[in-house]
């Protein structure tokens, strides 16, 4: 019997499986993660980890219990033992990350933490071009600042990471929802406006008018945004406090020079914004072209029992950033690949591989007991500058020959630490 991957999930095998998909291969992966790391830490963000699971009640407290996350696509189960709690896969890594932040007491350490975390999350959702039900977010919390610099900050952060990753066509589109004092009245004047036009909305629309009616903004049923369209607008409705904390983002990111365009319809599909909530698309993806979403949420953590402090942050698909990418990435070279000219001779150029090895030096030799000419066609294949060959002559004489795979013909026998020095020179060169 043959298996697969579970339905909506991916394997990422090395590049030189050449799977059709180009973004499915660790070393684009890991050079993406490293130009990541890169920007987080230019930033001064600090990377956090949290388990893949949380209990299941942490998810209805904070993503909400009317979002389609909690609503319809997690994965949950049962613990084991006499408790019988119940349990999720994180949908989103925010509420775990917020958890962790009260449960170590970290602000009581420092009152403000600038976060980053990459990892796995689980959403059971139709899969289809760009959305898995295991997929990878990477993204920042930055926890205990209600100051609109923090906001653009995220933003600007995330057009590095863009930029970073070589991803051009991208767009940002930022809204202000309001805060505890204004989003009672645009909640009233969005029922008002709905209700006489209820049976035209879909199914969900009419449920939702009651349980959270801002949602009906995020719907994608084509009648439903035609209609939406023409509702009151948050930031008409919202308070004095909440459109100076609009104006100072706006001006942030003007000064820093982030194209965004300001888009009454982004609401975002989580139950803790507050204020400014943003989302990158691209135009390079299909249906699925949300690259990333974030906001403010300033009562999150006071609602999770902890003190009453602001904080915004983002999360973006890395399968989307990197199927956005324009341009591939190339495997790691090795530095050399060993060649064996007889059989005998494969234990002592097993040892000079473990010796160049432990010198620093990256690279490898057949394990398959190919021909000659199968292992200098490996050696060409692996991308190694050099091929180091082991004859009887040069083991005769304590030596390997050196073949530089750039300069065809061009050998030399040298010792293993002429070797070592010379592999050590040419990679620099
Ligand atoms: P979100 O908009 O639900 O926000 O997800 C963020 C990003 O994760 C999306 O823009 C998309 O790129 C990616 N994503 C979501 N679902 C899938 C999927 N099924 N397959 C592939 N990629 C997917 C959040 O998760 C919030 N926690 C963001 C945040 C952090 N807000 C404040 N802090």
Redesign the pocket.
């Known amino acids: 019997m043959k298996f697969r991957a579970p339905e909506g999930t991916r394997d990422i095998p090395p590049a030189q499986a050449e799977t059709a998909e180009r973004w499915r291969n660790t070393a684009l992966w890991q050079s993406l993660e490293a130009k990541v790391r890169e920007c987080f830490a230019r930033f001064g963000y600090e990377e956090i980890r949290t388990p893949i699971f949380e209990l299941t009640e942490l998810f209805h407290k904070s993503s909400g219990e009317t979002s389609d996350?909690v609503e319809k696509e997690m994965f949950s189960f049962k613990g084991r033992g006499e408790k019988g709690e119940s349990f999720s896969l994180r949908p989103?890594?925010?509420p775990g990350t917020i958890r962790a932040v009260l449960e170590d007491s970290l602000l009581e350490k420092k009152s403000f933490w600038k976060l980053w975390y990459m990892g796995p999350a689980f959403?059971g959702?139709a899969p289809q071009a760009?959305?898995?039900r295991q997929?990878t977010?990477l993204?920042v919390?930055a926890v205990g600042s209600a100051d609109p610099l923090v906001d653009a900050e995220t933003m600007i952060l995330f057009a590095e990471i863009l930029k970073s990753a070589g991803v051009a066509a991208w767009e940002l589109r930022i809204n202000s929802i309001g805060c505890g004092t204004c989003r009672g009245g645009y909640r009233e004047a969005l029922r008002a406006a709905v209700t006489p036009e209820l049976p035209k909305y879909c199914e969900n629309c009419r449920r939702r008018v009651e349980r959270n009616v801002f949602r009906i903004l995020d719907c994608k049923v084509p009648g439903c945004v035609a209609l939406s369209s023409l509702l009151p607008a948050a930031i008409d409705h919202a308070c004095a406090a909440c459109r100076g904390h609009m104006a100072s983002v706006e001006e942030a990111l003007k000064g820093a020079g982030t194209p965004y365009t300001v888009d009454p319809r982004i609401v975002?599909?989580?139950d803790y914004y507050t204020r400014t909530v943003f989302e990158f698309s691209s135009s390079s993806l299909g249906a699925q072209n949300?690259?990333?979403?974030?906001?403010r949420?300033d009562t999150l953590v006071r609602d999770m029992g902890g003190p009453d402090v602001g904080s915004v942050?983002?999360?973006?698909?890395v399968?989307?950033i990197l199927l956005a990418m324009e341009q591939g990435a190339a495997a790691a070279r090795p530095d050399f690949f060993a060649v064996a000219i007889r059989p005998e001779l494969r234990a002592p150029l097993f040892e000079a591989v473990n010796r160049l090895r432990r010198a620093g030096l990256s690279g490898d030799m057949d394990f398959e007991g190919k021909s000659i000419k199968a292992q200098f066609r490996r050696a060409d294949k692996s991308g190694a500058r050099y091929a180091l060959v082991l004859g009887p002559e040069e083991a005769a004489q304590g030596k390997v020959k050196l073949k530089d795979m750039l300069k065809e013909g061009e050998e030399r026998a040298v010792s293993l630490d002429e070797a070592a020095a010379a592999l050590k020179e040419g990679v620099r060169s």
């Open positions: 996350v989103e890594l925010t959403r959702e760009g959305r898995f997929f977010q993204g919390e975002r599909g989580l949300a690259l990333c979403g974030g906001g949420y942050g983002f999360a973006a698909g399968e989307r």
